[in-house]
Structure formats: structure tokens, C-alpha cells
């Protein structure tokens, strides 16, 4: 039974965690953003600096590795109050190590792109590290809504 528990919660927790993260990419666009028509304005890349996204944390990977840590800890060491001990342990430790793992999961590398347009006006956009920027780089501004992209 300890075994068919701990086999639903790592299919249930790997379901999970392939919905965690949404891309902050220029290349991709949701199906709701198609069809839809964009402004585009012109510009040269200033400056780019390296940035780290952070998609933020559900909880999931806590609350999953909080529960395979009790389960396989508590099944396989000691008996009565030793399992019971054993059990909330391997909770604690599992829960950080899925906290880790979903922070390493849902935090990834971006740009932060700043353009001068061809107005003079300087802004500033974030965007997943996906394509390559140089300043100088003629650049066009894709927005829409309220998401705005850099693109070559």
C-alpha cells in the first residue's frame, strides 16, 4: 500500500511541475495573442544587461517532496514512534529539497534590453534570453496589449 502511495504522489508531483513555468520569450505566443494586431515602433539597442526571471514558487515542489520525504523516510526506518519520527524528518528535509528544486526550475536567465527609439525616447523591456542582442542592433518593438517584445 506505502508503495503504491509513494508511486501516485511522484506521477502526481511530475505532472504538476510541467506546468509551472510560462516563457517570457519574443519567439513564443500564447493562442489567445494571435491574430491580434501589434504596434510596432523602431529603435537601436543602448544597452543589454543579464537578468534572472523568477516565475515564482506554486509550493508544489514542498508540498511534493514534504510528502515523499515522510512517506519513504517513515516507511523504511524504525516501527511505532521511530517510523512516526523518521517520517516527520524525511518531511522537513524532502519539503526543502523540493523548495529548491521548483526555485531551480522556475527561475531562469533574461535580458533586460533597453533601446533608444527613433523618437529619442528610451525604454526598457525583459524578455527571456532566447535570442542575441548587441548594442547597436537596429531592433523592432512589438506591443500588444500589455506585453511588448524586442525582435530583430
Do not use: W
Not at 11 to 36: D, K
Not at 44 to 65: A, C, F, K
Request: charged share 15%.
Amino acid at each position: 500500500m506505502k508503495k503504491v502511495l509513494l508511486l501516485i504522489s511522484v506521477l502526481s508531483i511530475a505532472a504538476l511541475t510541467g506546468c509551472a513555468v510560462t516563457p517570457n520569450s519574443a519567439n513564443v505566443y500564447q493562442s489567445r495573442q494571435t491574430m491580434g494586431e501589434q504596434s510596432v515602433r523602431m529603435g537601436v539597442v543602448e544597452s543589454i544587461r543579464n537578468v534572472m526571471i523568477d516565475h515564482g514558487q506554486s509550493g508544489v515542489g514542498t508540498l511534493g517532496g514534504a510528502a515523499l520525504g515522510g512517506i519513504a523516510a517513515g516507511s523504511s526506518i524504525g516501527q511505532g514512534n521511530g517510523a512516526v519520527a523518521a517520517g516527520i524528518a524525511g518531511a522537513i528535509v524532502g519539503g526543502l529539497v523540493g523548495q529548491h528544486v521548483e526555485q531551480n526550475m522556475n527561475t531562469k536567465p533574461g535580458l533586460e534590453i533597453t533601446v533608444k527609439l527613433d523618437n529619442g525616447n528610451l525604454t526598457a523591456i525583459v524578455q527571456d534570453a532566447d535570442e542575441q542582442f548587441n548594442v547597436g542592433d537596429r531592433v523592432r518593438l512589438l506591443s500588444g496589449g500589455r506585453t511588448t517584445r524586442v525582435t530583430h
